[in-house]
């Protein structure tokens, strides 16, 4: 119906005034849907500048090797937010996943040891789920309150000191490498498209937009509602787990405290990407924009050496844009659709 009303015209052969500005609006959401793009292509035109070795596949590699556990988590995050959810427990669960691997490291092979971090994961974003969906707790209070008691408890566990993991093989998401790159990003790789394929070609993806989009709608269209909102909870906290287990393997111990910034981090990717924090918009090809351009923007601060502060400053910046880009194109849609 839609390729009717583009063609319409009056008797005089001019297109109907509403279907050109129809047009015109959705001609800028597009461009504006793939602002972030632009951005990527010239955060890597300048980093060639000021890096010719920028493209060198080893460099390449390494970008995505250093961003791989903040890349997973932000997988999950990428669920939440378009349901229309937060989670601000995601570092201190990623910090319990790397204690967690560790500690087991000592006791089991490493395929148990992974099995049983995973299952921690989900308990804790079980917990989570239940205090959204079923207690009705706030979920920026909700998973705040659960942020600082998962982190508390794996201080108190660890007396705030790191855990050392074992040798013999434990390391093997960092070590091994796969057509040159280590198995820690194939696994990222493998996620990402897992998440692409899950909401963009499943009804279970289809759920999870109806809920962020219209909450209400969705349950009286008859969708699991609770259940779909707690699975996005789920899923994040075992992915934030398995992206502990992961840095437990690259730095070779279970540290407590090192996920600091972890959660504003996976967060940023996400909006940066293009992902609306008002949730029922958004796709995982461009949580992956946010991971490169994350990746890029940390790349670039490296080669000239700016301190972290600049680093946060830069983050803080584009953040502030994307949100602005959002708020833009759906003041945009609104206006358009009035």
């Known amino acids: 119906m839609s390729a009717t009303i583009d063609r319409d015209t009056t008797p005089e052969g001019t297109v109907i005034p ?3 500005a129809g047009r015109s609006l959705n001609l800028r959401e597009r461009a504006a849907s793939l602002g972030m793009v632009w951005v990527l292509i010239i955060l890597v035109i300048t980093a060639i ?5 920028f493209l ?3 460099n390449l590699v390494n970008i995505l090797t250093q961003n791989a556990p903040v890349g997973i988590i932000a997988v999950g995050m990428t669920f939440i ?4 959810g937060f989670d601000l427990s995601v570092a201190a669960v990623l ?3 790397g204690v967690s691997y560790a500690t087991l490291s000592h006791m089991m092979p490493a395929g148990p040891a992974i099995l049983i971090t995973l299952a921690i994961g989900f308990l804790l974003g079980l917990i989570n789920a239940l205090l959204i969906t079923k207690a009705k707790v706030n979920a920026f209070i909700a998973t705040l309150a659960t942020a600082s008691l998962f982190s508390g408890l794996t201080l108190l566990y660890t007396n705030s000191k790191p855990v050392s993991m074992a040798t013999g093989g434990y390391d093997f998401l960092s070590d091994e490498d796969f057509l040159g790159a280590p198995l820690s990003v194939w ?5 990402v498209a897992a998440g692409w394929f899950a909401l963009s070609k499943t009804v279970y993806g289809r759920g999870i937009y109806a809920i962020g989009g219209n909450n209400e709608a969705a349950r009286l269209a008859g969708l699991p509602v609770t259940s779909l909102r707690a699975s996005t909870y789920v899923l994040t906290a075992m992915l934030a787990a398995l992206a502990g287990i992961v840095l437990g393997s690259v730095i070779g111990v279970g540290q407590p405290g090192v996920a600091v910034g972890v959660t504003l981090n996976s967060i940023a990717i996400v909006i940066i990407g293009g992902t609306s924090l008002l949730g029922g918009e958004g796709a995982m090809w461009r949580t992956l924009v946010g991971i490169l351009i994350f990746g890029t923007i940390n790349n670039v601060f ?3 050496a700016f301190p972290q502060a600049t680093q946060e400053v830069a983050l803080g910046v584009i953040v502030l844009a994307a949100v602005s ?3 833009y194109t759906r003041s945009r849609k609104r206006s358009g659709e009035a």
């Open 81 to 84: 937010i378009i349901a229309g």
């Open 187 to 191: 696994l990222l790789a493998v996620l």
């Open 56 to 58: 060198n596949p080893g």
């Open 18 to 20: 509403a279907v050109a």
């Open 325 to 327: 880009l959002d708020a």
């Open 302 to 304: 490296d080669i000239l």
């Open 49 to 53: 500048i000021l890096n010719p070795r």
């Open 95 to 97: 910090a319990i996943g």
